[in-house]
């Protein structure tokens, strides 16, 4: 018995010291001999951040996912580049600390934004904003990125001439239990909704309904499911307001629409990023344009918002943010201040405390947080 003991407290002491919290950011480096993806170390003690390792040759990785086990990056590339996109994957090695270029394919449209993981790792989906369109991608067991499979694309606006003149997909993501992917179009104010059968060598297929209706004029961006999978939320950038959603079997039924500044305020909005506390208590959203904050929300049982306060991103326009899979801690990314924002949250308030701070990421748009064991 006490052997057993003993080497149940070795393999825990071994577990934790080799347990390690990995930081990824994505930028508009505009130049590919300048560093596009910063790898950093997030000390989870004190919130602090090390650089271990950075990419060059490649441009505008703007938007950055991993897959769900770590091993690969995939991200947007040469994003806001007229004519042109792509995707593109790396190989990240936690013990050499080093990020390795893989591949890259064609995004299937102008501008890609934003991409996102199937659960099994074989696929990935990206949403390019120029075209309003996406794309469906096969993933090898090696990290590479397989030519496009599917490629959808979309036309239609909505009421705004100067922002809405056509379809515009901010994001793709996942539902809970990964049969359904969603899509923000910001220019058509829509939810597109689609099925998603990974057994199927073109995996993506309109829903019925194909669509969930926005407000006029808002501009659905990010989207984002509450951990318990009852619940949606999408955040609309131009409107500047969360609607939060009952959710079954890919279908959104209205609950709210509560705005992410205070209602006396005026001006051209600027929303942009969505994250729920791995607990599920709490909302967090982004302000960009004159605000330059992060709104918190409490989350009610019915899954409705509560404001519950602003915390400045010590940065201007706070485009992504991401929370650790504790709960412990949520990044902010700054891109016209080139700079990140470490902040501690409280877990019974909701509310952040700035506790570290990372210069010098050139006009650095997106964050990922990963640990590994």
Sequence with gaps: MKKLSLLFSVLIATTLFAQKTFV?????????????????????????????????????????????????????????????????????????????????????????????VHKNGKWLVNTNYTE?????????????????AQNFQFSEGSVNPKRQDRSHIHST???????????????????????????????????EPSFSASVLGSGPRHFTFHPNGKYAYCIEEMGGAVSVYEYQNGQLKTLQRIFTHPENQEGDFESS???????????????????????????????????????????????????????????????QTSNATVFKRNKETGLLQKVSKVKGLKNVSCVQIKTYY
């Design 273 to 335: 990023d969505i994250h729920i506390s791995p607990d599920g208590k709490f909302l967090y959203a982004t302000n960009r344009g004159t605000e330059n904050n992060i709104a918190i929300f409490s989350i009610n049982e019915d899954g409705k918002l509560k404001n519950v306060g602003y915390q400045s991103t010590y940065g201007k326009h706070p485009r992504i943010l991401a929370i650790d899979e504790t709960g412990d801690f949520l990044i902010a990314t700054n891109v």
């Design 173 to 207: 993501v996942f539902s809970p239990n990964f049969n359904y992917v969603f899509m923000p179009d910001l220019g058509a104010d829509k939810i597109r909704i689609f099925k998603f059968d990974s057994d199927k060598k073109e995996p993506l297929s309109e829903a």
């Design 24 to 116: 990824f950011f994505g930028s508009y480096n505009w130049d590919k001999t300048k560093p596009g993806i910063y790898v950093y170390e997030l000390n989870t003690k004190t919130g602090k951040l090390k650089k271990v390792t950075t990419t060059k040759d490649i441009k505008n990785p703007s938007y950055l996912t991993l897959s769900p086990d770590g091993k690969f990056v995939f991200a947007c590339t040469d994003t806001k580049t007229q004519y042109d996109g792509s995707v593109s994957s790396f190989e990240f090695n936690p013990e050499n600390k080093s990020l390795s270029f893989i591949n890259l394919q064609k995004s299937g449209g102008e501008n890609p934004v934003y991409l996102t």
């Design 132 to 148: 309003g369109s996406a794309s469906v991608y096969p993933i090898s067991d090696a990290g590479v990125i397989g030519p496009y």
